[in-house]
Each structure stands twice: as C-alpha cells, then as structure tokens.
C-alpha cells in the first residue's frame, strides 16, 4: 500500500485509554485498542478527525477514563485499509496508520462522547464481527 499525500499540516489524534504524556510514543507492539490481538505488531493507528478519535477512546479496551491525544507521525502513513476502501471510500474518516511511532504532542480534553445508544451498536457490532469470528483489525 503506498504512503499517502503530505499530511504533515494536519492536526492528527489518537483515542486510547492509555495514560500517556506529551513526548511519549506510541509505537507498534502495545495492546490494541480493541480486538483479540494482544499486540499490535505492524502498524500504529491516527486520525484526523475528532469523531474517529473518539470512537478509539470509548472503544478501547481496558480500564480507566478514555483518552484523545494530539499526535504527530515520525515516519510515513497510508490510509487504513480497516476503514478504507470497500468500508468506507475515499477516507471520510481521514483514517491512517503508520509503521513508525507516533509522538503525543498534547492531550484533547474538551470531547464529548456519543450518545449511549451509538455506542452500544457500535459495541453490538464488533461482538457480532466477533461471534462470526472476523477480526476487526488487519495488521
């Protein structure tokens, strides 16, 4: 998959509910955000929007309050084929992931998370992926 168009512009984030410090990196080989993998071996994930952030933080397995941090690549990124392609075409989501670490550059603090219902569907459709044994993340 080819590297995407210049990004380095954009304000990038990521939604976790790892408690994480401006200068940490999150690189490839921590615990997904969700999933059945318990690494992620290949890629890390960011986005640029504050909606696909936000579903990275309320999704995220673990404990502990979700977080959004500012983020900014180190290396290349491509498109993330998990909410590309035949899923969502064109990168509506501005979804993008990277085999280099990403550098927090700060914290958002000012998000609102979706309604109650959302989230359960969102949450009944990944145990339905699940149940049918398709793995959500292709890393």
Known sequence: MAATEDLSSQRFYHGTKADLKPRDLIKPGHPPNFGKRDRMTTYVYLTATLDAAVWGA??????????????????????????????????????????????????????????????????????????????????
């Open 58 to 139: 309320e999704l995220a397995l673990g404990d502990g309050r979700g977080r959004i941090y500012l983020v900014e690549p180190t290396g290349p990124t491509m498109d993330d084929p998990n909410l590309t392609d035949k899923k969502f075409p064109g990168n509506p989501t501005k979804s993008y992931r990277s085999r280099e670490p990403l550098r927090v550059t700060g914290e958002c603090t000012n998000w609102q998370g979706h309604s109650p219902e959302a989230l359960k569907a969102m949450k009944d459709g990944l145990e339905e992926l699940k149940r049918l044994g398709v793995e959500p993340i292709d890393d």
